[in-house]
Structures are given as structure tokens and as C-alpha cells.
Nanobody, 114 residues
Framework: QVQLRESGPLLVKPSQTLSLACSVSGHSITTNTALWAWVRQPPGKGLEWLGYLDYTGTAYYIPSLKSRTSISRDTPKNQFTLHLRSVTPEDTATYYC??????WGPGIQVTVSS
């Protein structure tokens, strides 16, 4: 069974970098049958896709956040990580990692506040 779980800080100050890790079990992130993505949902709003990794580790980002976003992976740990730079209160959201789009982590609620 494929399982994903997000981990990281629950509170980040403005201008800092938010780093969230997604630990995956039950499926290797290097297998060429899946994409691995980060998605967020701000309070009261819909889902927003941030970017994803393919099985080679190549990352793709949505244009509006490309300048602040990077996604990397740690293959021995079977993890992939989101880095979101220069955060503002508008980045407050529940962040999810997903094996696009059939398995999802439970989400982690992150608040950006001083």
C-alpha cells in the first residue's frame, strides 16, 4: 500500500524559507510510472498545484510560483522536499504531497506569521 506523509514546521516567519518533506512508502519515487507533486489549499480556497517531480528527478513548477519554488528528492530515504522561499502570510495553507493523483498525504497545516 502506498503511503505518503508530510513533515515540517507548522509556523514560519515572513521572508523565511518553508521546507516540507514528503516521506513515501510502498512505492519507489524513482519508478517510471508515477509523478510526485506538492499541492496546497489556503483557508477557504481551492487546491493549488505547486509543482511535481518525474521519476528522473526533473522538477516542473507552476509559472506563478516558479521563482520561489524548488522541489528536490532524497532517493535513499524515498523522500521528496518542497522549498518555498520568501514566504508571506498568503502562503498560509494546508500543504499536501501526492502521487499524482491517486495517493495523498494527510496534509500539514502551515501558518506564515511573525
Amino acid at each position: 500500500q502506498v503511503q505518503l506523509r508530510e513533515s515540517g514546521p507548522l509556523l514560519v516567519k515572513p521572508s523565511q524559507t518553508l521546507s516540507l518533506a514528503c516521506s513515501v512508502s510502498g512505492h519507489s519515487i524513482t519508478t517510471n510510472t508515477a509523478l510526485w507533486a506538492w499541492v496546497r489549499q489556503p483557508p477557504g480556497k481551492g487546491l493549488e498545484w505547486l509543482g511535481y517531480l518525474d521519476y528522473t528527478g526533473t522538477a516542473y513548477y507552476i509559472p506563478s510560483l516558479k521563482s520561489r519554488t524548488s522541489i528536490s528528492r532524497d532517493t535513499p530515504k524515498n523522500q521528496f522536499t518542497l522549498h518555498l522561499r520568501s514566504v508571506t502570510p498568503e502562503d498560509t495553507a494546508t500543504y499536501y504531497c501526492t502521487r499524482v493523483a491517486d495517493y495523498w498525504g494527510p496534509g500539514i497545516q502551515v501558518t506564515v506569521s511573525s
